[in-house]
C-alpha cells in the first residue's frame, strides 16, 4: 500500500482515471502564526500535564484508542516511529501525552510528515482540547494541507463495506470489510463518486500459500489508505466476482470529522499485520472506535477477528438494513439462466467469437439480450484473465456497435438480493457434542472448531458450496475407551463450484492434519491431501462433484515412514428442504507404498434455529485391513 492517498476530485461529471496522493504538491501549506510569549508557553508546558495526570486522562479509554491501544493490550499497533512523540510512546500512554502536549506548543515541522505535531495529530489536538481547554497561550496552527484533504473527502455519509468471501485469494477467503465514505453529490444508488478507506498487507506475493504463512506470523506491514470506491468497486465486484454489502453508518458531524483527522493522522503509518487478528477489519473497527469511543468489543478479538464477526459488534452504529450490490458473475449467471436454450447457446457464440454479430438471427429482445450479455460475459473473461484484452477489445466493440442497432430492452429481470446479510448467519465457532456408534460399540464425541463455516452448515449469510476450517479439533471413543480416536484439522478448505456453460471454474480441496484415526497406531499421522475436481449442478439444490486426489501421510508405522496414496473422491452435495442438507460421499485412495483407503460416509444436517444445528453422520472406511464404522448423532452449537 501507499500513503493515504485521495484519488479524484468531487464533481459530478466522471472520476479522473489517476490517483494523487494526498501530499501531493500543490496543495497550500501549513500557515504558522507569531509564536507566543516564551514564559506564557512555559507555564502552559508545565501546567497542561500536570491537569492532565489530575484528570487521569492517559488511561482514557478515548486516548488509548487514538494512541490504537485496544482490547486490554499494553502495546501500540502501530510499528512506525513518527506516530509516536515520546521514546516510548508505543507502550507508555502516559509519556506519550506528556510529549503530545509539548509538542503542540512547537510550531516547528516534524519529519518525515513536514508539519508541525498540531497538523498532524489533529485528532488528538481536538480531544485533549476538549478535556483541558486550551486557552489562548495554546498557539492554533493553520493547517491548510490538511483542511484541504478534509474539503476534498467532505463526507456527508459513511458506510462499512464486505466483499463476500473469496476462496481463490486467501487474504479474502473470511470476507473483508472496508469504509465508504460519500460526499453530498453521491446520491443513492451512484456511489461511484464516493472514497474508499481501505486496511490491508502490504505485500506483493502471488503465491496463496505464501501470503497465508506469512500473513499467519506477522510477515507483513500494513496500512490504511484513502482511493476512489469505484476502484474497489472493480477489484471485487468485477474483477473477483465478490458480492458487496454495505451497511450504512450513524455518524454525526463531528464524529466524521474525527475519523478524518485521524485518517490523516495514520497518513504512512504501519502496522503490523496479522491473518487472523490484526487484519483488515479489526483495524477498521479501531479507527471507527476514534470517532465513536461507544463502540466496545472488550477481549472478543484478543484471538480472532473475523470480518463477519466485526460487523456484528457494530450494530450501535448502524443507521439501517445493508444495501446490497451483486457481482457482475452474479448479474451474469443470473441473466443467462433466464435465455432461452438457443438464446443461450447464441450467446455463447458471439462471446467466444465463433458467431458475428451481423450474423445473428433473432426477433428484437432476444438480439438485445444475446448482445448484451455476451458483451458482460467477454469483460468478465478478459479480466479474469481468460481472454486476451486485444481480442476482447475487438469482440466487445463490434458487439456493442450491433447492440447500439438493437434498441429493444433486453428485459432481464435483476438478481435477488440474499434473505440474510453476512451478519444474519451463523456464528462462526462451533462445538459438537455426539453419540452413537463406533465400531459397532457404543460412543461419545466432541468437537471444536474455532472457525469457520462448513459444506453442510446452514448457508444463510455464507453462500453454499464453500468450506474453510481452521484448528478443527475432534474426539471420539468407544463408552469404555479402548478404541480412542482422535485429531486437528489445520486447515480444511472445499470449493464447490458449479462448472457449466458460462463459466468454467475449477473445484478443489485441501486439508492439512494431525490425528490418531485408527487404533493401535503408536504416533499420531501427519497428513496433507487435496486436489483439483469438477462439480455439476448448483450447491443449494443438488450437485455432483469429483476430486482427483493424492494423500500424503507421515508416521513412522509406515514403511519409510511415510505412505503416499492417490485416487477419486466423488459426492453428491444438496439441500432437499429448507434447513436440511445432506451429502454422500465415496473415495478410494490407492496407496503406492502404503495400504488403501477406502471410505463412505453419508451426513446430514437440520438447521434448528441460526445457532444451532443436530447431525447425524454415517461412515464405513477400510484403511490398513481394518474396517472402521461410525454412526453418530451430534449437537451443534454455534457461538
Not at 490504511?224 to 453508518?249: G, M, N, Q
Not at 464477526?309 to 449467471?333: H, M, N
Request: aromatic share 8%.
Amino acid at each position: 500500500m501507499t500513503l493515504l492517498t485521495a484519488q479524484h476530485a468531487r464533481a459530478t461529471g466522471p472520476a479522473p482515471a489517476h490517483a494523487a496522493d494526498v501530499s501531493a504538491e500543490g496543495i497550500p501549506g501549513t500557515t504558522i502564526p507569531a509564536e507566543p510569549p516564551r514564559v506564557a508557553a512555559d507555564d502552559l508546558a508545565a501546567e497542561l500535564p500536570a491537569r492532565a495526570r489530575a484528570l487521569g486522562l492517559a488511561r482514557d479509554p478515548r486516548w488509548l484508542a487514538l494512541l490504537h491501544i485496544n482490547g486490554g493490550d499494553t502495546r501500540s499497533d502501530v510499528e512506525s516511529r513518527y506516530f509516536f512523540l515520546a521514546a516510548d510512546g508505543e507502550s507508555d500512554p502516559e509519556a506519550e501525552l506528556d510529549a503530545t502536549l509539548a509538542a503542540f506548543l512547537d510550531p516547528a515541522d516534524r519529519a518525515p510528515r513536514d508539519e508541525p505535531a498540531q497538523c498532524i495529530f489533529g485528532a488528538r489536538f481536538h480531544w485533549l482540547d476538549e478535556q483541558l481547554h486550551f486557552d489562548s497561550r495554546m498557539p492554533r496552527l493553520a493547517c491548510e494541507r490538511r483542511e484541504a484533504w478534509m474539503r476534498m473527502l467532505a463526507p456527508d455519509r459513511a458506510w462499512v463495506v464486505f466483499p463476500a468471501a473469496y476462496l481463490n485469494n486467501p487474504s479474502s477467503m473470511f470476507g473483508h470489510t472496508l469504509l465508504r465514505l460519500d460526499g453530498r453529490e453521491v446520491r443513492a444508488g451512484t456511489p461511484l463518486l464516493a472514497y474508499a478507506v481501505n486496511f490491508a498487507a502490504n505485500s506483493t506475493d502471488t503465491n496463496g500459500a505464501l501470503f497465508a504463512v506469512k500473513g499467519l506470523f506477522g510477515g507483513y506491514s500494513g496500512q490504511f489508505s484513502v482511493l476512489p470506491y469505484y476502484e474497489k468497486i472493480r477489484e471485487y465486484a468485477r474483477l473477483e466476482s465478490r458480492d458487496l454489502w454495505e451497511y450504512p453508518l450513524d455518524l454525526d458531524a463531528a464524529q466524521k470529522r474525527m475519523l478524518l483527522l485521524h485518517l490523516w493522522e495514520l497518513r504512512g503509518a504501519e502496522f503490523t499485520y496479522y491473518f487472523f487478528t490484526r487484519n483488515c477489519s479489526y483495524e477498521l473497527l479501531t479507527l471507527l472506535k476514534v470517532a465513536r469511543p461507544d463502540l466496545d468489543w472488550g477481549d472478543a478479538f484478543r484471538w480472532r477477528a473475523i470480518p463477519s464477526d466485526t460487523l456484528r459488534v457494530l450494530g450501535p452504529l448502524l443507521a439501517g438494513p445493508p444495501a446490497w450490490r451483486p457481482a457482475l458473475a452474479t448479474t451474469v449467471g443470473h441473466q443467462a439462466a433466464q435465455l432461452a436454450p438457443a438464446e443461450r447457446m447464441a450467446m455463447l457464440d458471439l462471446a467466444a467469437g465463433r458467431l458475428a454479430p451481423g450474423d445473428l438471427r433473432a426477433e428484437p429482445t432476444a438480439r438485445a439480450r444475446a448482445l448484451g450479455l455476451a458483451n458482460d460475459l467477454i469483460f468478465y473473461r478478459a479480466n479474469a484473465g481468460e481472454l486476451p484484452r486485444d481480442q476482447a477489445i475487438a469482440r466487445s466493440q463490434a458487439l456493442l456497435r450491433a447492440r447500439a442497432e438493437a434498441p429493444a430492452p433486453a428485459g432481464f429481470t435483476p438478481p435477488e438480493r440474499p434473505a440474510t446479510s453476512p451478519d444474519g448467519g451463523h456464528a462462526t465457532r462451533r462445538a459438537v457434542v455426539e453419540t452413537g456408534w463406533l465400531g459397532g460399540r457404543p460412543g461419545v464425541g466432541l468437537r471444536l472448531r474455532p472457525a469457520y463455516h462448513d459444506l453442510l452448515d446452514a448457508p444463510a449469510g455464507y453462500g453454499a458450496g464453500q468450506q474453510i476450517g481452521f484448528l478443527d479439533l475432534h474426539l471420539r471413543t468407544d463408552i469404555d475407551g479402548r478404541d480412542a480416536r482422535w485429531g486437528i484439522d489445520l486447515v480444511d478448505i472445499v470449493s464447490v463450484a458449479p462448472f457449466d456453460a458460462v463459466f468454467q471454474p475449477i473445484s478443489w480441496r485441501v486439508r492439512g492434519a494431525v490425528e490418531r484415526a485408527e487404533h493401535g497406531r503408536r504416533l499420531a499421522s501427519g497428513i496433507v491431501e487435496g486436489g483439483p475436481g469438477l462439480t455439476l449442478g448448483q450447491p443449494d439444490r443438488l450437485a455432483a462433484y469429483g476430486f482427483a486426489m493424492t494423500r500424503a501421510e507421515a508416521n513412522a508405522d509406515l514403511d519409510r515412514n511415510l505412505g503416499l496414496a492417490i485416487g477419486p473422491v466423488i459426492g453428491l452435495l444438496g439441500q432437499p428442504l429448507p434447513g436440511w442438507l445432506a451429502r454422500v460421499e465415496a473415495g478410494w485412495l490407492r496407496g503406492l507404498d502404503s495400504p488403501d483407503l477406502h471410505r463412505l460416509a453419508v451426513e446430514q444436517r437440520w438447521r434448528l434455529a441460526t445457532d444451532l444445528a443436530l447431525g447425524l453422520r454415517l461412515s464405513s472406511g477400510d484403511q490398513a485391513g481394518r474396517r472402521l464404522r461410525e454412526a453418530m448423532l451430534g449437537l451443534h452449537a454455534y457461538f
